[in-house]
Each structure stands twice: as structure tokens, then as C-alpha cells.
């Protein structure tokens, strides 16, 4: 049974840096794509940014695109969200999720995350 487990959410200040991790265990296949979303208070989820397991695909969506990159280590199964330059309009839950290939809609997952907060204070 694959597992997606998010870590490293917490409170910044607009304009500061801060990374997540997802580390993913029982993912069988190398193929699978992992990405992460977000989901502020009261609006859908929605896509942030995904990669391929070899790294030579990499998405993003434009509210994030120049400020936000993300990152695998294959040897650690850990895919990472790094985040700079935050705005207090980043402050969601943000989740991990897999599937075997690219799409940017929440309902196409296979698996997810339980999430982590991401609070950003103007």
C-alpha cells in the first residue's frame, strides 16, 4: 500500500523561505509522477507543481512559477517543495499526491498525503 507523508509546514513571514518534503514508501512503479496541491480555507484544491521520478519533467502553475521549486532524491524517495518569496495568499493545507502520469486535476490522484499547514503572515 503506497503512503505519502508530508512534513515541514509551519508559520513564516510574507517574503520568507520555507521547504516541505514528502516522503512516498510502496510506490511500486517508477513511473509515477508526484506533485503537490494546495487548498486554501474555503476554495478548492489545486495544483502547485509535479515531477516526474527522473526529474526531467517538471510543471508548475503560474501563481507559484519563478518563486516555488520542486525537487526529487530518489535515493531518499522524497520529493521537496521549495518555497520562496511567500505571500500571505500561499497560506493553505498542502498535499502530496501520485499518480502514474502528469495531470493537474485533484480527482485524477492515486494516492495522497494527509497534508501540512503553510501559514503565511502578512
Known amino acids: 500500500q503506497a503512503q505519502l507523508v508530508e512534513s515541514g509546514g509551519g508559520l513564516v513571514q510574507a517574503g520568507g523561505p520555507l521547504r516541505l518534503s514528502c516522503a512516498a514508501s510502496?510506490?511500486?512503479?517508477?513511473?509515477?509522477?508526484v506533485g503537490w496541491f494546495r487548498q486554501a480555507p474555503g476554495k478548492e484544491r489545486e495544483f502547485v507543481a509535479h515531477i516526474s521520478w527522473s526529474g526531467s519533467i517538471i510543471e508548475y502553475s503560474d501563481s507559484v512559477k519563478g518563486r516555488f521549486t520542486i525537487s526529487r532524491d530518489n535515493a531518499k524517495s522524497t520529493v521537496y517543495l521549495q518555497m520562496n518569496s511567500l505571500k500571505p495568499e500561499d497560506t493553505a493545507v498542502y498535499y502530496c499526491?501520485?499518480?502514474?502520469?502528469?495531470?493537474?486535476?485533484?480527482?485524477?490522484?492515486?494516492?495522497w498525503g494527509k497534508g501540512t499547514l503553510v501559514t503565511v503572515s502578512s
Open positions: 499526491a501520485a499518480r502514474r502520469d502528469f495531470s493537474r486535476s485533484p480527482d485524477r490522484m492515486d494516492y
Open positions: 510502496g510506490l511500486t512503479s517508477s513511473t509515477y509522477v
